[in-house]
Each structure stands twice: as C-alpha cells, then as structure tokens.
C-alpha cells in the first residue's frame, strides 16, 4: 500500500502563488501514475493534473499555463506549482496514485487507488 500526505495549502490572494507538496511512503511513486485533484465546495472532484513515467504531465484546461506538476523521486515526493490563483481554483487539492494512467473526456480519471487526505487552498481577498 501507498501512503500520502499533501501539505502547502493556505489562504492565499488573488494572483497569488502556492506549492502543494505530496509525500509517498509505502512504495516508490514511480510504481504508478500520480495526479492531483480538487474539489470546490458543492462540487463534485475533478483532475487537475496527472502523469506517469512515460506520459505527461496533463492539465485541466482550467488550469494550462498556471499550474505545474512535478516530481522528486529521490523523495518521493510529487508537487504542485500553482501560479496566479484565482478564487475559482478555491477547494480541497488531493494527491493520488493509480496503477494506470487514464484520460477521459474531462481529463484524468477520479479513479484512483490510493488518495491523500486533501489540503485546503483558498483563493481570497
């Protein structure tokens, strides 16, 4: 089993930035597809961006240009750069992994193995 832990969320302005941070323990992260997720409140959860070691990293179209995700496998750890928030990117990002890599007409899929327990992001003046 993996086990993960997002950290960086804060309340942060409008045009703002933020780094969400993601460590796995358990298994190495390359074993799997990583990806980031978000869900804003009333909404339902969504794929912000996700890769594996062939492939990607794909973005919502909401977030291209802004957002970057990375990782550092010595770590083990994966990251979210975010760049001129704006209050609609407001929601609790989480990090998970999947033995496969899946695209579906909304982008990454929600289905995922193994999930973090979310860190809060608040875009707000």
């Known amino acids: 089993q993996v086990q993960l832990v997002e950290s960086g969320g804060a309340l942060v302005q409008p045009g703002g930035s933020l780094r969400l941070s993601c460590a796995a323990s358990?298994?190495?992260?390359?074993?799997?597809?990583n990806g980031w997720f978000r869900q804003a409140p009333g909404k339902e959860r969504e794929g912000v961006s996700c890769?594996?070691?062939?492939?990607?990293?794909y973005y919502a179209d909401s977030v291209k240009g802004r957002f970057t995700m990375s990782r550092d496998l010595s770590k083990n750890t994966m990251f979210l750069q975010m760049n001129s928030l704006k209050p609609e990117d407001t929601g609790v990002y989480y990090c998970?992994?999947?033995?496969?890599?899946?695209?579906?007409?909304?982008?990454?899929?929600?289905?995922?193995?193994?999930w973090g327990v979310g860190t809060l992001v608040n875009v707000s003046s």
């Open positions: 358990g298994r190495a992260l390359n074993l799997y597809s």
């Open positions: 998970a992994v999947d033995r496969y890599l899946v695209l579906t007409s909304n982008g990454c899929s929600t289905l995922q193995d193994y």
């Open positions: 890769m594996d070691n062939k492939e990607g990293p």
